[in-house]
């Protein structure tokens, strides 16, 4: 190295030393350790801020000269200065609780900072709800899927807890009720199995008529329900859509009286005049036309105490229905109209008619009290109690004796007196002689299915008792109905006194559906009550018990058994209102 470069480093030294000394004066000071600085009498470095006796690096926020602290913050916030006091604010979407800053959540909701509260009974959540501004969040529950929030709990909605004010439904409801939350979220009721839902609550029955496929009930309010197969507006709602669950045809205060089914179209008497519905193709409804009525319409005949509806679905490729009426009035005349072509209205000729019609063969001295149709074949019990009847007697079915191709055109005597109860199916009737005081079982017509338990012969032209077994020698029936092809017999009061025979294929004798002909079943119905009425449909049957309940079991591919579903059912079961 040479003189002149040594000297020119020398320099250099010296000249920085220099430097050092007029910026600090005689002490060197420790920037890193501001707190530790020696007594300083010149200005700090560039960089550095001095305060007092110290230096301190211009990033350090001094509120106070006096005291030369240097202000610190929490994380996610900023120092401040306010009146010489350290304070801080919050950064980063961050608000300050007590001396830290966070985020609004759950565990710090709103101005206090509060930790939301779990639920105290069911499945939820706790959250922080917003606010317009950070920190004005509110604490709230958010319940799982099927539970809604009552108080600080989350429950399942139930009559129990229904709606947003969990309120309790079960306070006021009707009679055969049980109390729901509807799907509205309101209280609302339901009616328990085997009850109409009426106007001002739930109703029982007090009467029931099956027809092939579809049931009708009258209410104990006086209102009519029909339910099932609705193709030709055979259930009086006014569409052809086919209903599994009661609805409502007259409302209560309707007074209605009697109903009757058939095979495609139906009547009701109502505060004493006659109203039908349903099919029309042969005239059945009175109305003097064919033309279809999906809605009750008034039939010009005065005085009706009784209605009986028959008729039949022709069986070829595209069936064709056919259909007739009959009825009784307070004169104890008989009146019929619609089919006629095997004289199965009792007028003396085979020409349907299209308004009622009188039948001259009986007289109001000897004419009827009640009246039951079958396919096309009539029968009436007279005011004497015998029993007459008229129209097709191919297997044997008016009863007179006979069977022959040549129908009966006019009423022929069956029984001249001691008839109680008296039932039609399409091709067989079954009567309940009570001369004898207790009542006996007599049958007559089709066999054809063991309908009328004949066991042998394929139909019987006389009224006989059946010879099958199964009980029904000492059944003792007040009650009979007759159906397409069985037959079921009541004896009041008797907790085993409801028995069914004939044809099986869809369970309407209340057992296994199965192709065997003939059986015979003794009914049990999954209630406390005694049955008091009973139908046979098609392929179905009903009991009325005798608090009003409707049990239905058989065939439900059309919903005639009112349960709300189209599933047949060997084992009664009761309608279900909606």
Known sequence: MSQRHWYRRVVKVLFGVATMLAACGDTLVDHRAPAALLELEASCQEGLQSCGTGCFPDSDLICDRATCEVCRAPAQAEPRCEDTRCTFVCVGGTRQCGDRCVAESVVACGSSCALCPEPENGLGDAVCVPGAALGAGQCDITCDLGFHLCGSSCLEETAQSCGTACVDCSGSIPAHATAVCSAVH??????????????????????????????CAVSNEGGLFCWGRNDMGQLGEGSTTAQPNPVMVFPSGAQVTRVSAGATHACAIAAGALYCWGNNASGQLGMDSTAAGLEPALVALPGVTEVAVGGYLEAVASPVPHGHTCAVTAAHAVYCWGDNARGQLGLGDLGSRTVPTLVSGLSAATGADAIALGARHS?????????????????????????????????????????????????????????????????????????????????????????????????????????????????????????????????????????????????????????????????????????????????????????????????????VSP
């Open 379 to 575: 029968c009436v019990r007279t005011a004497s109690g015998g029993v007459a009847c008229w129209g097709e007697r191919t297997v044997g079915q008016v009863g007179d004796g006979m069977a022959s191709v040549q129908p009966a055109l006019a009423p022929v005597t069956v029984r001249l007196s001691g008839v109680g109860a008296l039932a039609v199916g399409e091709r067989h009737g079954c009567l309940t002689d009570i001369s004898g005081g207790d009542p006996e079982l007599l049958c007559f017509g089709s066999d054809a299915e063991g309908q009328i338990g004949a066991d042998g012969p394929s139909y019987v032209t006389s009224p006989t008792a059946p010879s099958v077994g199964g009980g029904l020698s000492s059944a003792r029936p007040n009650l009979v109905a007759a159906g397409r092809a069985h037959t079921c017999l009541l004896r009041l009061g008797d907790i085993g006194g409801l028995k069914c025979l004939g044809a099986n294929n869809q369970g309407q004798l209340a057992l296994p559906a199965s192709g065997e002909l003939g059986a015979v079943s003794d009914v049990a119905l999954p209630a406390t009550n005694l049955p008091q009425a009973i139908a046979a449909g098609g392929d179905h049957s009903c009991a009325l018990l005798a608090d009003g309940e409707l049990y239905c079991w058989g065939d439900n591919r059309h919903g005639q058994l009112g349960d709300g579903t189209t599933t047949s059912r060997f084992d009664p079961a009761p309608i």
């Open 186 to 215: 309101t209280c609302d009721f339901a009616c328990n199995p085997g009850f109409l839902r009426c106007d001002t609550g739930c109703c029982g029955v007090t009467q029931v008529a099956t027809g092939a496929d579809f049931t």
